[in-house]
C-alpha cells in the first residue's frame, strides 16, 4: 500500500481471496509472508502498541451493515467508540461534537444518534458505517463490498457519498467487488484475483478498453453490457467452462489452466508470475493481444 492511489480495487468472483487480501492488509487476519508498507513502515513487524498507534488511519466498512453494527447500542456510541478507543487527546463533549459532524456529514439528523440501528433502513445503516469509519479521519478505509446487499438506488447514493468524502478529506479506498458496474464507476486502479493470486493489474481505462488476462476478460464477458463487450472485442477470448479448482488444492501451475480457452503445456507445469506486459502487469505466459 506504498504511495497509495485514491481508490485501489480487488475485483474477482466469490472466493477468490479479495476480502482475506484487504484483511491482511491492515492486519486484521495474519499475513504468512511479505510486506505490508504503509507510509514507509513495514506494518507485519509492528509490535502491537505502534500498531495501535496506526489504527486510527486504517478503517473498514464492512459489507453487511446490520451485522457489522452491535444491535444493543445506540447508534451514536457507536460512531463514537473508535473516538473513544483511540482519540484519547481529545474530551467527550469534543468527541460528542465529532459525531454530531460525522452524522451531517453522511446525511442523517444529530437527532438520531438516540436510535437504535433496527431503527433504519439498510442503506442509513451503512451510512452510519462509513460515519464510524471517518470518526478518526483514516487516511485509508478498506471498503468491503459495502454496497452489494442494497438495490440499485440505494447504491449510487453510497457511491456518491464515498466519492464526495475523498474530494473533501482526501481518502484512499480499497474497494473490494466483484460488480464490474461498480469498479468502472469509482475504481481509479483495478487488482484482478483468481484463486488468491493478483492475475492482472492495471488502471481502469487499460483494464476495460484491453484486458490481457484470459480471466479478467471472462469476467468482463459476463458483465451485462452487451454493447461494451462487442466494442472491446473479447465475447470469444471470454467464454470459460467448469468450475475453479478447489482453494485447498490449487494446481501446481496457472490455477486458470484447468478453464482457460488459450491453455498449453506449459501453462499446467508453471505458474506464471505477475510481469509487465503490454503496459501493466499480468501473469499469464499467453496474455490476450
Avoid at 248 to 270: I, L, Y
Amino acid at each position: 500500500m506504498k504511495d497509495c492511489v485514491p481508490r485501489r480495487f480487488n475485483v474477482g468472483q466469490s472466493g477468490s481471496g479479495k476480502t482475506t487480501t484487504a484483511m491482511a492488509a491492515i492486519r486484521l487476519v495474519k499475513a504468512q509472508e511479505g510486506q505490508i508498507l504503509f507510509d514507509g513502515d513495514d506494518l507485519m513487524t509492528l509490535d502491537s502498541e505502534a500498531m495501535r498507534r496506526k489504527r486510527r488511519h486504517l478503517q473498514v466498512i464492512f459489507q453487511d451493515p446490520y451485522s457489522s453494527l452491535n444491535p444493543r447500542d445506540r447508534v451514536g456510541a457507536i460512531v463514537r467508540e473508535p473516538l473513544d478507543l483511540m482519540a484519547f487527546d481529545t474530551s467527550r463533549r469534543e468527541r460528542e461534537d465529532r459525531v454530531r459532524e460525522l452524522f451531517g456529514l453522511v446525511g442523517l439528523r444529530p437527532d438520531q444518534m438516540a436510535l437504535f440501528p433496527h431503527q433504519f433502513s439498510g442503506g442509513q445503516r451503512q451510512w452510519i458505517s462509513i460515519a464510524r469509519a471517518l470518526a478518526t479521519n483514516p487516511r485509508l478505509i478498506v471498503c468491503d463490498e459495502p454496497v452489494s446487499a442494497l438495490d440499485v438506488a440505494i447504491q449510487a447514493q453510497i457511491l456518491n457519498l464515498l466519492r464526495r468524502l475523498q474530494d473533501e478529506f482526501g481518502l484512499s479506498y480499497m474497494f473490494i467487488s466483484h460488480d464490474l458496474g461498480v469498479v468502472q464507476f469509482i475504481c481509479d486502479d483495478i487488482a484482478v484475483m483468481y484463486l488468491g493470486q493478483i492475475v492482472e493489474y492495471a488502471d481502469r481505462a487499460s483494464l476495460f478498453s484491453k484486458p490481457r488476462h484470459p480471466y479478467t476478460a471472462a469476467l468482463l464477458a459476463a458483465a451485462p453490457s452487451l454493447a461494451r463487450r462487442k466494442s472491446a472485442g473479447y465475447v470469444r477470448e471470454g467464454m470459460v467452462v467448469g468450475d475453479p479448482p478447489s482453494p485447498m488444492n490449487v494446481p501446481k501451475g496457472c490455477a486458470f489452466a484447468s478453464r482457460c480457452p488459450r491453455v498449453k503445456d506449459r501453462c499446467r507445469e508453471q505458474r506464471p508470475a505477475l510481469f509487465p506486459d503490454a503496459g501493466h502487469p499480468v501473469a499469464c505466459h499467453f496474455p490476450l493481444n
